[in-house]
């Protein structure tokens, strides 16, 4: 069966420290992967997605990066946190399935606190 | 223009009432509709998927679609109080997903 795997699940991490998340997915080849931080009481807002291995587009300036080392290996990283970074980290994934259509599935999430 | 639009509400029915949730879309070309469930404190969760105008039931779901008005909304019929979340309405354009910001419905046993 098809999982994705989102960890650490929460994070409190001192401003100007790095950070690094990581999600995974099992079950499946070439899934298009997403980052999305959602912030308190707000909507979902895309940061990243990846359709290949090393393929990475950038929705929006951030102080964050994302790679994509392997298939179905998906990380958000940042050189220095800012209180701004808080927020609700979720990894997604989609693929087509057997009717041409694309489905779309979260992980767990990672909830980071900024302090 | 947002591309994807939602009442954020908070919606509020009776336990065993029918709760109404509206979407709306911006892109004529989009062609597949989500709606997902929040609940707080964790991840979205897929509950009903549409492609085609018309209705489509499942279980006590509901999703409606009319690609004419643009207009995709999500019924849930004898509403629980476990089906108090955030909902969430996702539409697909071409290779892009696009998510409203979501409808808080509170259901009061």
Partial sequence: SQTIHQWPATLVQPVGSPLSLECTVEGTSNPNLYW???AAGRGLQLL???VG???ISSEVPQNLSASRPQ???FILSSKKLLLSDSGFY???WSVLNGRGRRGYTFGSGTRLTVV | QKEVEQNSGPLSVP???IASLNCTYSDRGSQSFFWYRQYSGKSPELIMFIYSNGDKEDGRFTAQLNKASQYVSLLIRDSQPSDSATYLCAVMTGNQFYFGTGTSLTVIP
């Fill in chain 1, 36 to 38: 999305y931080r959602q």
């Fill in chain 1, 48 to 50: 990243f997605y990846s």
């Fill in chain 1, 53 to 55: 291995i090393g393929q």
């Fill in chain 1, 71 to 73: 298939d179905r290996q």
């Fill in chain 1, 90 to 92: 979720l990894c997604a």
């Fill in chain 2, 15 to 17: 336990e065993g009432a």
